[in-house]
């Protein structure tokens, strides 16, 4: 048994005083995927597709992002 899951039995095994118990231990392979915009880019574009007016607004203001 690896070092981590050695000390979640043990961790869960003093919590609940000792009681013997079984775990079962999966790896999963999954992502997360997210529409939240994260660089500077991508809040521009998910702004410019939600109003398309702003895309003018960067061209003739001349924004930098």
Known sequence: MSQEKLFIKQFFSSKLSNRDFEMVFEETNSTVQ???PYTNEDKIK????????FK??????????
């Open 34 to 36: 997210s529409d939240i």
């Open 46 to 53: 998910k702004m410019v597709e939600e109003h398309p007016d």
């Open 56 to 65: 003018e607004w960067i061209t003739q203001l001349d924004l930098r992002y």
